[in-house]
């Protein structure tokens, strides 16, 4: 039987997420770094990143190489417009359907969506709010009642806001050309359409679960890897500026993730014994969070490792007072542990049981 283009396409990028392949398409096409990260709206260290991954994936020796492997493999066909890019989806030039990333959602920061790789203004902040839930509920319809509660809260409005709202989401959020909306409506509600949307707080999920699987086969510095480029997807504030519960809720979870994430990161660092980069990071992590005893505690143990025993006893000092003047608390068990070990020199690690809690 003779080998089709996509066949041919699946098997010569095999191992490639859909973000290196889509890196990996721009260079058949002929675009440069800057090109590429205007299209798929990325910096371009990000963009010389992926194409570092794809290099080694594929074992290529260029960026040369990895043109020649574009049209080889059938990514990018001969005759179909070189310098072209619609980021996401080599399947929908080809066919018309939207089966990749067509619309990006990012709420790790102030809400920022692109559809086909180009920003687009999704209205006002309820409206954004309204396509935050829908993209932080990828699995289930929303209900117009749900929504209200999750947007509104307390504040409802007169007539059928919702139904308004999520009318103009699907006129300016259609696929391509074609009369069809990312947004799906069913008899239980709202939602996302499967398979054409991308949601950072998702891919911070996706990230998690293969750092946690690299964990466990041992393979830290994959681990960390992983964590690393989850943390990146963190812009500021979760959802900065908008308004309503859900918002206000997922704000407050988001940031207590991003900062177990940290604390992972520096966990595992610290057991690959690359101490100054964990003390870095945490260095960095204490300045944000002045009051988070186990962020505090695992800094301390890092420096006590790192022979920083007096630096060790400063932090411990330094976020006694903070708790004493903010909160009128004494530091908890957590942190005279650390002091104990500190004074001691003792070589227990008191924050990695905090620290795993991703």
Same mark, same amino acid.
Not at 50 to 72: M, N, S, T, W
Not at 151 to 175: A, H, S
Not at 195 to 202: M, P, Q, R, S
Not at 224 to 249: I, N, T
């Given at each position: ?53 794809? !290099?080694?994936?594929?074992? /290529?020796?260029? +960026? &040369?190489? =990895?043109?020649?492997? *574009?049209? %080889?493999?059938?990514?990018? $066909? ?123 707080? !998702?891919?911070?999920?996706? /990230?998690?679960? +293969? &750092?946690? =699987?690299?964990?466990? *086969?041992? %393979?830290?510095?994959?681990? $960390? ?132 809690? &991703?």
């Amino acid at each position: 039987m003779p080998t089709t283009t996509a066949g041919r396409c699946d098997r010569g990028v095999t191992g490639l997420t859909a973000e290196e392949r889509e890196v990996l398409y721009a260079l058949g096409c002929g675009l440069g770094d800057a090109e590429i990260a205007a299209a798929l709206v990325l910096p371009e260290e990000v963009v010389a990143e992926r194409l570092g991954r794809v !290099l080694g994936k594929l074992g /290529l020796r260029d +960026r &040369a190489a =990895a043109i020649v492997h *574009a049209f %080889d493999c059938g990514l990018v $066909v001969p005759g179909q417009g070189p310098r072209r890019l619609v980021p996401g989806n080599t399947t929908a030039r080809r066919t018309g359907a939207a089966a990749g990333p067509w619309l990006r959602v990012s709420v790790l920061g102030p809400l920022w969506t692109t559809l086909a790789g180009r920003p687009v203004d999704v209205g006002p902040v309820r409206q954004q709010a309204v396509l935050a839930a829908l993209a932080l509920s990828p699995s289930r319809s929303v209900s117009r009642g749900r929504l209200l509660e999750d947007v509104w809260g307390r504040e409802m409005p007169d007539g059928n806001v919702v139904p308004v709202y999520v009318y103009r989401l699907r006129k300016i959020l259609r696929l391509g050309d074609r009369p069809d909306s990312v947004i799906r409506r069913d008899r239980y509600g709202y939602g996302l359409v499967q398979g054409v949307a991308e949601v950072d707080a !998702l891919c911070v999920d996706d /990230l998690v679960t +293969r &750092a946690e =699987a690299a964990e466990r *086969a041992g %393979d830290l510095p994959g681990a $960390v890897r992983l964590c690393d480029r989850a943390l990146e997807l963190f812009r500021g504030e979760p959802l900065a500026g908008l308004p309503g519960p859900l918002a206000e809720s997922e704000r407050l979870r988001l940031a207590q993730r991003r900062v177990a994430l940290a604390q992972r990161k520096a966990d595992w660092q610290l057991r690959l014994g690359r101490r100054i980069e964990a003390i870095t990071g945490l260095s960095a992590l204490t300045l944000e969070e002045p009051l988070n005893e186990p962020v505090a505690a695992l800094l301390m143990h890092a420096l006590r490792r790192d022979g920083r025993r007096a630096e060790a006893l400063a932090v411990f000092d330094r976020i006694a007072r903070r708790l004493a003047d903010d909160l009128g608390v004494d530091p908890g068990d957590l942190l005279l542990r650390a002091r104990r070990a500190a004074l001691l020199g003792k070589d227990a690690c008191p924050g990695r049981g905090r620290a795993g809690a &991703a």
